[in-house]
Structure formats: structure tokens, C-alpha cells
């Protein structure tokens, strides 16, 4: 079974630009998560989406988006880039039933650098 | 809101046990997860943790006391490729919090 794949890998950009990123979660998977992780601010919940739905949204300012598509697929937006949301942004897929259902299942991340 | 605390750095031998303590405070409770990453790679899952209790798996073992709101990751046989970051999370609803994580290296 594949695992969790998120694109791009790596990403540059300039202040003010937005970017989208994409996570693609398990076959049979339907939550995904994202999380910012950082040096200093560690691993930080971004938000989950479920059917569709975004069942829940950490702290983070509005410039932070997403969504979720019928087929789980999941995009995240970030729009008028700064400095600090240098990071590495991590995706997370995992079952809505069954005894494994708590398990978050992660993929290998995107490097978005920020200039 | 949740507050995780774990220690920033150990250092442990090959082949010794290293204890990796975790204490949390949380307005809700659905599991308390271990995680190991590796630098430069995703976090993988170790364990989980919902009833007070020892899980062992393997090498690893995780504990959890609710009541004390605290749990510990017992890595046994230390072996050269457990130096990594292992991440204590708490499960409130529908959102995970994530401790800073503890720097595990270990020496020859």
C-alpha cells in the first residue's frame, strides 16, 4: 500500500508570493491533518479536514488555508508569504474507523523556503 | 489548551535503556501518542497510549498515568540507529499536539 505523498518536496519562494501544496493520504485513508514544523516553534497543528470539512483549525493567521477533495486528496494555501513560514510542512493521513483509526500516518513533507 | 514537556537532549550507550519522560496538561484527553523522527525525515509512529498502563512493543515500551498526566517511552537494547527525535503528542478531539521533542543520541 503507498504511503502518504505530498508535493512539491522542496519550494522557494519570495515574500508577498502565495503557494499551494498538495497531500495525497493513504488508499482508504479519509482525515488528513497538516502541521508546520520548525527549529525553534517545534511540530504546530495547522488544521484537519475530514469528508470535505475542516473539523479543526489551530493558531495560525488567515493566510493559512486548505481543503479536501472527494477523493481525500488535500491542498494547503499560504498566501502573502513571510520570512517565518520558512518550515517544513507535514501531512497526515488516517482511517475514521476501526481499532487503528488514532494512528496518523505522515508523509515525507515539503521544504518551503521563504526569501 | 495543551502544555507537553519532554526533555530537549539524552545521551545513552549501545545497547543501554533510556527512559524518555513526558507530562502534559490538557482540557481534553483522546490518547497520548510516541513518535520517533529522524533528522531531515517524517515523524513514524511508535505508540499509543489511551488506558493507564505499559504497552510494549518490541524494543519499546510506552507508559501512561492519566491521572498524573504523564507517560514515558522506554527505548530497550539501544541500538546506533535509535539516535533521533522522539515527539510525545496528545490527542484532544480532533487535534494532536505535539511536545518539542527529545534529541536521543547514542554513543558507541
Known amino acids: 500500500k503507498a504511503g502518504v505523498t505530498q508535493t512539491p518536496r522542496y519550494l522557494i519562494k519570495t515574500r508577498g508570493q502565495q503557494v499551494t501544496l498538495s497531500c495525497s493520504p493513504i488508499?482508504?485513508?479519509?482525515?488528513v491533518s497538516w502541521y508546520q514544523q520548525t527549529p525553534g516553534q517545534g511540530l504546530q497543528f495547522l488544521f484537519e479536514?475530514?469528508?470535505?470539512?475542516?473539523?479543526n483549525k489551530g493558531n495560525f493567521p488567515g493566510r493559512f488555508s486548505g481543503r479536501q477533495f472527494s477523493n481525500s486528496r488535500s491542498e494547503m494555501n499560504v498566501s502573502t508569504l513571510e520570512l517565518g513560514d520558512s518550515a517544513l510542512y507535514l501531512c497526515?493521513?488516517?482511517?475514521?474507523?476501526?481499532?487503528?483509526?488514532?494512528?496518523?500516518?505522515f508523509g515525507p513533507g515539503t521544504r518551503l523556503t521563504v526569501l | 489548551g495543551q502544555n507537553i514537556d519532554q526533555p530537549t537532549e539524552m545521551t545513552a550507550t549501545e545497547g543501554a535503556i533510556v527512559q524518555i519522560n513526558c507530562t502534559y496538561q490538557?482540557?481534553?484527553?483522546?490518547?497520548l501518542f510516541w513518535y520517533q523522527q529522524h533528522a531531515g525525515e517524517a515523524p513514524t509512529f511508535l505508540s499509543y497510549?489511551?488506558?493507564?498502563g505499559l504497552e510494549e512493543k518490541g524494543r519499546f515500551s510506552s507508559f501512561l498515568s492519566r491521572s498524573k498526566g504523564y507517560s514515558y517511552l522506554l527505548l530497550k537494547e539501544l541500538q546506533m540507529k535509535d539516535s533521533a527525535s522522539y515527539l510525545c503528542?496528545?490527542?484532544?478531539?480532533?487535534?494532536?499536539?505535539f511536545g518539542a521533542g527529545t534529541t536521543v543520541t547514542v554513543r558507541a
Open positions: 490538557t482540557s481534553g484527553f483522546n490518547g
Open positions: 497526515a493521513s488516517s482511517r475514521t474507523r476501526g481499532a487503528s483509526q488514532n494512528e496518523q500516518f
Open positions: 503528542a496528545v490527542r484532544g478531539d480532533y487535534k494532536l499536539s
Open positions: 488508499s482508504g485513508h479519509r482525515s
Open positions: 497510549n489511551v488506558l493507564d
Open positions: 479536514y475530514f469528508s470535505e470539512t475542516q473539523r
